[in-house]
């Protein structure tokens, strides 16, 4: 399994739902998904089986399919706007990011060609980014703003704050900069 990075900045993480945008020649589909999943910081697998039935009501509650523990995740401003956004362009869709393919009609995009998309838009801006760059973006984020490791490991639902640390990157560098930064 190739390892995805985080992206580290506001800007660069509208960058990349610019780029989605463009790649999918003007279809709102994997930017929405990428600005939702980030909001929510969900694994793929679990943001691909939201429905409108869940979404509309500002919270999504999912028992996790890697672990299978229940979440509850309050939906911010930015994700309620993207589903009234989508629900309105697409009244009768049942999942938040259906695809409109005679292939695949009434089911939800596949995460392989999420991945496809993620990767694309990744390769172009040399970063490597893909599904599951969602989280790892929301969890540096949120560790770069000063949030504690604690609270972080708990909105990404991870069994230790060690686990956490590594998830989101923080190296050795970061590590050895703090004798530096600290002095007695």
């Keep these: 399994m190739q390892l995805v990075e985080a992206v580290k900045t506001a800007a660069e993480v509208e960058q990349v ?6 790649n999918a020649r003007g279809n709102p589909l ?13 694994r793929i697998s679990d943001l691909l089986t939201i429905t409108y039935e869940e979404a509309l009501h500002g919270r999504v509650v999912i028992k996790e399919s890697k672990t299978g523990k229940v979440r509850s995740i ?4 930015r994700a309620v706007a993207i589903v009234r956004k ?16 005679n292939r695949a009609k009434g089911k939800a995009v596949s995460r392989v060609a999420v991945a496809t998309a993620f990767k694309a838009v990744g390769d172009e801006l040399k970063i490597s980014l893909g599904t599951h760059s969602m989280r790892k973006t929301r969890g540096w984020l949120m560790h770069n703003s000063g949030i504690s490791i604690e609270m972080i490991c708990k909105v990404l ?16 560098h970061e590590i050895d900069s703090t004798y530096d930064d600290f002095v007695i």
Aim: no cysteine; glycine share 4%; proline share 4%.
């Design 17 to 22: 739902a610019h780029k989605l945008l463009l």
């Design 30 to 42: 994997y930017a929405d998904l990428w600005l939702f999943g980030l909001q929510v910081a969900l």
């Design 74 to 77: 309050k939906l911010n401003e």
């Design 86 to 101: 989508r629900r309105d362009a697409n009244p009768t869709h049942t999942y938040l990011f259906q695809v409109e393919s």
């Design 157 to 172: 639902n991870h069994s230790s704050p060690a686990i956490t640390m590594v998830y989101i990157g923080i190296t050795q």
